[in-house]
């Protein structure tokens, strides 16, 4: 069964660190470009950091500098550390395995776990 699942999400302040985790199973994870994906209330999701199978990652411009994309493909996991986050951080975030033949932050992603909720407060 294919499966990807999100932990470590929760609340903190601003300017305060998260780190991101996600288990893969079911499926050959490092043959697949992953990806973190957000989406707050009342938005649309939006990609925020992919990594392709050769460790080449892209981060959208708001992040970059603050997020960095790893993963493990030993373990099969995913990592996202979050640094110095701000209230406009605040979503649920996802994690995603590209179904396409390119990565990139409009690539597209078919398989999504349940996500976890970050919340940053000011």
């Known amino acids: 069964q294919v499966q990807l699942v999100e932990s470590g999400g929760g609340s903190v302040q601003a300017g305060g660190s998260l780190r991101l985790s996600c288990a893969a199973s079911?499926?050959?994870?490092?043959?697949?470009?992953m990806g973190w994906f957000r989406q707050a209330p009342g938005k649309e999701r939006e990609a925020v950091a992919v990594i392709a199978r050769n460790g080449w990652t892209n981060y959208e411009d708001s992040v970059e500098g603050r997020f960095t994309l790893s993963q493990d493909k030993v373990q099969k996991a995913l990592y996202l550390q979050m640094n110095n986050l701000k209230p406009e951080d605040t979503a649920m975030y996802y994690c995603a395995a590209g179904v396409g033949g390119t990565c990139s932050l409009r690539a597209r992603f078919g398989v999504w776990g349940q996500g976890t909720q970050v919340t940053v407060s000011s």
């Open positions: 079911g499926f050959t994870f490092s043959r697949f470009c």
